[in-house]
């Protein structure tokens, strides 16, 4: 079993930065993909980045791509997104979330076994 434990977030006015951080329990975490995930109100929860076990592949969701940056230190069981020229589409709830099957770094929410407990990102226009 992981716990994934949040922090970061907030309030920020369109192109401002933030950066979410997220901490992992337990030994294995270099064992797996790691990703970043987003629900936005009414919608469903949305992939956003991922990266594979030893952070040699990553992969974005296209409107984030060259603005958001997925990260993660095995040495201290942490996974970190760091956001910048951020815009009002991108608030949301945003979820760390790991993959201890496959550690490739996988798109789809299905192959997500833990999950952090949310964190809020707004941005204002």
């Known amino acids: 079993q992981v716990q994934l434990v949040q922090s970061g977030g907030g309030l920020v006015q369109a192109g401002g930065s933030l950066r979410l951080s997220c901490t992992a329990s337990?030994?294995?975490?270099?064992?797996?993909?790691l990703g970043w995930f987003r629900q936005a109100p009414g919608k469903g929860r949305d992939f956003v980045a991922t990266i594979s076990r030893r952070g040699g592949t990553t992969y974005y969701l296209d409107s984030v791509k060259g603005r958001f940056t997925i990260s993660r230190d095995n040495a201290k069981n942490t996974l970190s997104l760091q956001m910048s020229s951020l815009q009002p589409e991108d608030t949301a709830v945003y979820y760390c979330a790991a993959d201890p099957d496959y550690g490739l770094g996988q798109t789809h929410r299905d192959f997500y076994k833990f999950w952090g407990q949310g964190t809020q990102v707004t941005v204002s226009s």
């Open positions: 337990g030994s294995d975490f270099s064992k797996y993909g």
